[in-house]
């Protein structure tokens, strides 16, 4: 945490062109100015996907633009895919919980524009589920234990959620 008492919160994808960018682009709008988030990819693509490219002025990073002296202390470190798990955990500066929230790509995703449309509705309310829920949590007063545990479980009980929902 900075000096400010703001989170610094890394969202690691695939090809940081699509989920990895929408959580970004979700937790600094709805992070109530108490996170900063980053995101990048363990194979980053050259441009984003068109799905996400309205989310403005992001473009996709490799995970090593974020490591090294210069680079911020990273608080939390999400993966959004199952690739970016194989990443190492001890590049990152700081002292970060890692937890995987895992969620299809949407880029993946084949059929009628609808169908396509809606993968990636489904994408973006997932990641703003689990996020409403993390900035949710009373981070200041969780041991690391329960801390770890509650983000382990987001992911479970975002998917919960949706599920009902659908």
Known sequence: MDNRGTHNVLF?????AT???MAQAILNREGGGNFRAYSAGAQPVSELDPHAANLGGMHPKDWSELTGENAPAFDFIFT??????LLPRSVWNGE???????IDDPAKTEGSMSEIELAYAVAFRMLAKRIGIF???PLRSLDAMAM???LDLIGHKA???ATAAA
């Open 159 to 161: 998917d919960q959620a």
């Open 96 to 102: 970060p919980f890692f937890a995987h929230w895992d």
């Open 12 to 16: 690691l994808g695939g090809g940081n």
């Open 135 to 137: 900035v949710a949590l």
């Open 148 to 150: 770890q545990s509650h």
């Open 19 to 21: 989920r990895s960018i």
């Open 80 to 85: 959004v895919c199952n690739h970016a798990t």
